[in-house]
């Protein structure tokens, strides 16, 4: 997983001067990723249920932190985008596409979940 996410990161981004972020970046998810894996190995013996505890707290908290990051990258970068929670936008979209609208919106729908794979 390291080696691949090294090799992506070393390929799109080895134009911008980035080396030595790129290096102490997968240094650093090694790292995490040997802790987890560590973790989880050293909790195994005293059952599921343990594991399971944790494991809540750990994805609100993985979960929170993105949303933090998401709105802080919308307001810092692009603002614009709280327009398509306007009604407005809606509206003025269906109103163009018509009946093409919803097809559009269903397909955005199943590639946003993940169900696309399963659409005929």
């Known amino acids: ?3 691949v996410l090294y090799s992506f990161i070393k390929k799109y981004y080895v134009n911008f ?7 102490h970046f997968t240094g650093m998810v090694s790292c995490i990723s040997c802790v987890l894996l560590i973790g989880l190995f050293v909790m195994q013996h005293r059952g ?3 594991v399971a ?3 809540p707290p750990v994805i ?3 979960l929170l ?3 933090m990051i998401g709105i802080y990258n919308i307001i810092k970068w692009n603002p614009k985008v709280y327009q398509a929670l306007s009604p407005y936008y809606v509206y003025k979209f269906f109103m163009l596409t018509g009946k093409d609208g919803w097809t559009n919106l269903g397909g955005v729908f199943l ?9 005929n």
């Open 48 to 50: 599921s249920y343990k």
């Open 111 to 119: 590639c946003v979940t993940g169900l696309y794979l399963f659409q």
């Open 1 to 3: 997983m390291t080696l």
């Open 53 to 55: 505890f944790v494991f």
């Open 60 to 62: 609100i908290l993985w």
């Open 65 to 67: 932190t993105i949303f």
């Open 17 to 23: 001067n980035l080396n030595i972020c790129i290096y």
